[in-house]
């Protein structure tokens, strides 16, 4: 997933070399995971494993889709279960994947996430998403390099705070099509 390109962000903001490219890259990065997070992609997010020492069993909070043979890319777990993981066996609330490390009831909170490999990039090159993204990591920026979190519009009337939960729903109409509608939910 890269929507944003660093440079493009300095040049849309006007900011050139005024800040270090960290700061920037954590808004970037920040916008990026907000709108990754509504877009459908055949994922499920795993709260549990169980490890016996050849395998791990991710139980998931929702059915997933996934086929025996499935490469997945696993995140927001740890370091020894992130990264490329084949699916050796599945159930309908769970899958398996070859680990030796042995534990059981290994709870995560926030959960992980399990994404088909080969989705991983697939919004990229989605001019709508794109947009939707800088218009977010603009956002985001603003409010954090202006006082107070609000921008003052030409005449100096301040404009109401942008980080609201209203933050997505300027972004809906070019998120439409992409949204995945379990998002809705909880």
């Known amino acids: 997933m890269a929507y944003i390109d660093i440079d493009e962000f300095k040049s849309l903001m006007g900011i050139g070399n005024l800040y270090p490219d960290e700061q920037l890259q954590q808004v970037i990065d920040a916008a990026e995971n ?37 490469s997945l890319t696993i995140t927001g777990l740890n370091a020894t279960f992130n990264g490329t993981q084949t699916v050796t066996e599945i159930g309908r609330w769970w899958f398996k994947f070859a680990n030796t490390h042995t534990a059981a009831d290994i709870v995560f909170k926030p959960a992980g996430q399990a994404l088909l490999a080969t989705q991983s990039g697939m919004y990229d090159d989605e001019a709508p998403v794109r947009e939707a993204a800088l218009a977010i990591a603009m956002d985001i920026w603003g409010a954090r390099s202006a006082p107070s979190g609000m921008i003052q519009a030409v005449d100096f009337q301040p404009t109401p705070y942008k980080l609201g939960r209203a933050l997505l729903n300027r972004v809906h109409g070019l998120l439409a099509p992409y949204i995945d509608a379990a998002s809705f939910v909880g």
């Open 34 to 70: 907000l709108i990754d997070g509504i877009l459908t992609y055949n994922r499920s997010f795993v709260q549990t494993l169980d490890c016996d020492g050849t395998s791990a069993k991710a139980f998931c909070n929702t059915p997933h889709s996934f086929n025996v043979g499935d």
